[in-house]
């Protein structure tokens, strides 16, 4: 078997960063040598220095790493990143000038024009533009992104519905609570509740959806975002993971429904046909029940690595509405970051 590719993990003691650990054990590619945190846990064993909340124990391995802080130099190349927002603008910067890969969950690069905002199955080519990020900011590494939680499982509901000229979509999320980290929303606001509001969450499923179902321009080497009008509502619910939304989309000229249910049946991408290991079979699962996708249900189906499509029908006001599942600390986080890694390994980015 060929060596495993050593990684590291900043930010690996919040949420995320236990989710990339979780993840990544076992990995067939890549192998976690290396862990980075704030000066508060650095020092210590990840074992002692992380409050584990998920289930099961933390990987062995990773377990008796010692925390270190995070400066560029000292990890491996390849570097997953799940720090804080407040935090990941800079040191991402600082990995990415430093010569390392830098993988990241966060937000704060996810629009810079020279970034891309990566879903394998949906805009592999906008990994072109990483030439044109090294040049521009003299960089020897590179930052790539994944989408904010949300977004993904939108954007995954209309890939396989944009050969037909997507013109409007609008979007309701149920999000569940572990999408706001640790310890998350206050059990006295969400028990029996729902919050119709997450800071930020509706204009970032709004933009980041028109970017990554956008074109690259080989000419201007830029992005064209999707030229379509995307409205989100975004709702915090009682439910541990798995985000729902519902979504009426609008077409130039109405596909027959037959025509919509075969897009998502037939939906392959490059990541199923190279087989990357963490690729899920089918990346949209169409579903025939009338009451599912289901979080409980669903939500850890295929590994938390495919999104869910149910209940496709007519809308009265647009052309047609669907509800849709997708594991947001999986595919809306670490499981979509890997996949990332994945796909440039196997572009030759990470030689
Ligand atoms: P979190 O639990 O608060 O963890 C934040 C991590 O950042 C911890 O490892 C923390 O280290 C580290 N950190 C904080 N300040 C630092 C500093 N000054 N220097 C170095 N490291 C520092 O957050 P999370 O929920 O895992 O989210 C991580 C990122 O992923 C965020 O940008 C978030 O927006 C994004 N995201 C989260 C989700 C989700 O479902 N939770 C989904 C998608 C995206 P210490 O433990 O040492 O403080």
């Known amino acids: 078997m060929q060596a495993r590719i050593e990684v590291g993990v900043l930010g690996a003691t919040g949420m995320v960063g236990q989710h990339f650990l979780k993840f990544l054990d076992g990995h067939p590619w890549f192998r976690i040598s290396w862990l980075a945190a704030s000066e508060r846990s650095a020092g210590k064993r990840y074992g002692e220095a992380v409050p584990w909340h998920l289930a099961g124990a933390a990987p062995d391995g990773a377990a008796g790493l010692t925390v270190e802080e995070c400066q560029p130099g000292r990890g491996p190349r390849l570097v997953f990143s799940a720090l804080d927002a407040s935090v990941a603008g800079e ?3 600082e990995f990415a000038r430093g010569g390392h890969v830098v993988v990241s969950n966060s937000r704060n690069h ?3 024009a020279d970034v891309p905002l990566l879903v394998p199955e949906i805009n592999s080519a906008h990994l072109k533009l990483i030439p044109l990020q090294q040049r521009q900011r003299g960089w020897k590494g590179m930052i790539v992104t ?3 939680c949300s977004t993904v499982t939108l954007t995954m509901v209309l890939a396989p519905l944009k050969p ?4 409007k979509a609008v979007a309701t999320t149920l999000q569940a609570i572990s999408g706001a980290g640790y310890p998350g929303v206050a059990s ?12 930020g969450e509706e204009e970032k499923m ?3 959806t028109q970017k990554i179902l956008g074109d690259y321009m080989a ?3 830029e992005i064209r975002p999707l030229p379509a009008m995307v409205s989100a509502h975004c709702n ?11 979504v009426s989309v609008g077409f130039e000229k109405k596909p027959a429904l037959a025509e919509v249910l075969e897009a998502y049946e037939s939906f392959r991408s490059i990541p199923q046909e190279r087989q990357l290991p963490s690729a899920p079979a089918r990346p949209v699962v169409l579903m025939q029940e009338k009451d599912r996708p289901q979080p409980r249900k669903d939500a850890e189906r295929d590994r938390g690595m495919a999104v869910f499509v149910g209940r496709v029908r007519e809308c009265p006001v647009l052309d047609y509405k669907m509800v849709a599942l997708g594991h947001n600390t999986i595919r809306g986080a670490a499981g979509a970051a890997v996949l990332n890694a994945e796909l440039m390994y196997s572009e030759g980015l990470l030689d």
């Open 219 to 221: 000419s201007a080497g």
């Open 164 to 167: 037909f000229g997507i013109t």
């Open 146 to 148: 994944n989408p904010n």
């Open 91 to 93: 040191i991402e910067q």
């Open 110 to 112: 996810r629009m810079d």
């Open 188 to 199: 006295m606001d969400i028990v029996g509740n729902v919050i119709p509001f997450i800071g």
């Open 236 to 246: 915090r619910v009682p439910v541990v993971d798995g985000h729902t939304v519902t």
């Open 206 to 208: 709004q933009q980041e």
